[in-house]
């Protein structure tokens, strides 16, 4: 491949890099993590589950860490805290740390300090607003950036947050497997309905997308017809979606699923959900300054 030439950035499209390349993938982790995170804290505190909430605390510090390993200097993170009114990189950085920190307060009164009802449902509260600013926050730092079409839409944020709540709930699912909950056909219920919404949810993106610049098209056939078709229709489509949906509609009809089938649902989920933060990352592409069209 021939080198390119320092004018090309004018008329043809150029791959993003920032956000796939080397350590830009730990921001699509990062991306992940908080998703899930905040969906299995706000299912965990639906369902009054400490081991779900504990998992999910667990999964923000991870989010946390892949931030700082993609950063070129990570003990100058600190500075970021500084530029929240330009930066949703920043504003991330704090809901995590908010997040965190009420999620600290409100498990430890919850194991030690039982009858602190009052001061429990307080934090409790607090770490959910910030759980779900955490998980959707993800979605509109993408959507922010005006110069990659396929990003710059309001559905994005949607899409990031209905696709952590999956993922949360898988993990919701998993520790209810676990201990044998007689919860889980409750959640199994929710998982159904909220599997189906994310369906229509990227049906949706994809559709609005297509008509709203030619950039974008091109980026959408890169996903469902090009180099990123494999990605969208085998990890996004097969697993985040078909594979969940075909188990979940098979026990609503047989009326109990196996442990096996419901763990492969979950694996499936989480894979989906990562799946569909790298395709849409990587269909990210630059829109020249003239276009060639």
Known sequence: MSKMKPYEFMIKYQQQKEWIDGRGNFIAFAFFLGGISGGLYMAAAYF????????????AGGMGVSYMIHL???????????KPKTSWIARGFIFIMLF?????IQLILSYWFAEQAGLITAFKVLAGIFAFAQSIYTGFAVSYVSAIKVW???IVPVLFVTCGTT???????????AVDSSQIVMLENIIRVILITLAVIIGVYLWNTTYSSTAARDAVKRLIGGSLAPLFWIGVFLF???IPVAISI???YAGEASSGLLITAIISEIIGGLALRF????????????PAD
């Open 48 to 59: 009054d589950n400490l081991v779900g909430m504990f998992v999910a605390w667990l999964l």
């Open 72 to 82: 070129s200097h990570p003990f100058r993170f600190w500075r970021m805290f500084m």
């Open 100 to 104: 965190a920190g009420f999620t600290t």
């Open 152 to 154: 710059n839409s309001a």
């Open 167 to 177: 993922g949360g709930l898988a993990i919701l699912l998993a520790i209810f497997i």
């Open 240 to 242: 985040g979606i078909a």
């Open 250 to 252: 098979s026990t609503l």
């Open 279 to 290: 395709a849409i990352l990587k269909a990210g592409m630059y829109t020249p300054l003239l």
